[in-house]
Nanobody
Framework: QVQLIESGGGLVQAGGSLRLSCAAS????????VGWFRQAPGKAREFVAAIRWSGGSTAYADSVKGRFTISRDNAKNTALLQMNSLKPDDTAVYYC??????????????????WGQGTQVTVSS
């Protein structure tokens, strides 16, 4: 089992920044992927970014490229999502997710095995 705990959400004005953290605990694995997804009210959950823990390669949704950066802190077993130039359309509950294989960097939430509880991000105009 893997437990994921997100933090760092909040209320920010358009153009501002937030940094989300996803702390992982439980079983340890050598090759895995951590992804970030978000879900706005009335909308389906959508992919935001993913990182391959071994090697650090990344993938992003087109809507956040150039504004969001995913990274990892190996010592703390934590994934980070730095969000800059936030827009009202970025308002959503943000979830981190864990995939037991790093063969690909999937954008489908069906490919992930464990999920955090989510953290609310609200961007005011």
């Amino acid at each position: 089992q893997v437990q994921l705990i997100e933090s760092g959400g909040g209320l920010v004005q358009a153009g501002g920044s937030l940094r989300l953290s996803c702390a992982a605990s439980g079983r340890t694995f050598s090759n895995y992927v951590v992804g970030w997804f978000r879900q706005a009210p009335g909308k389906a959950r959508e992919f935001v970014a993913a990182i391959r823990w071994s090697g650090g390669s990344t993938a992003y949704a087109d809507s956040v490229k150039g504004r969001f950066t995913i990274s990892r802190d190996n010592a703390k077993n934590t994934a980070l999502l730095q969000m800059n130039s936030l827009k009202p359309d970025d308002t959503a509950v943000y979830y981190c997710a864990f995939r037991l294989s790093d063969w690909t960097l999937p954008k489908s939430d069906l490919e992930y095995n464990y999920w955090g509880q989510g953290t609310q991000v609200t961007v005011s105009s």
